[in-house]
């Protein structure tokens, strides 16, 4: 064993980079949509029904799908 991080073969840093910066846009976009849901109506509402007892947006999916298709492309 020569280290104590093994790297498959093939791997290439530039994967690394690109997962790392998918992360932090999704984490980005991801507060970006949890301020802009509510003024686009994307929230889903308190009723008797839900747990919730606040109005919770919707829109964080969005911002995790947006850094995924960037980063595959």
Do not use: C, K
């Not at 008797?48 to 999916?61: C, F, I, M, Q």
């Amino acid at each position: 064993m020569s280290g104590w991080l093994q790297v498959p073969p093939g791997f290439q840093a530039a994967q690394l980079l690109a997962g790392g910066a998918a992360a932090l846009l999704a984490a980005f976009t991801t507060l970006i949509m949890r301020w802009l849901s509510p003024h686009l109506g994307l929230v889903s509402r308190p009723s008797t029904n839900r747990w919730s007892a606040h109005v919770t947006p919707l829109g964080g999916g969005v911002g995790l799908a947006l850094p995924l298709l960037a980063a595959t492309t």
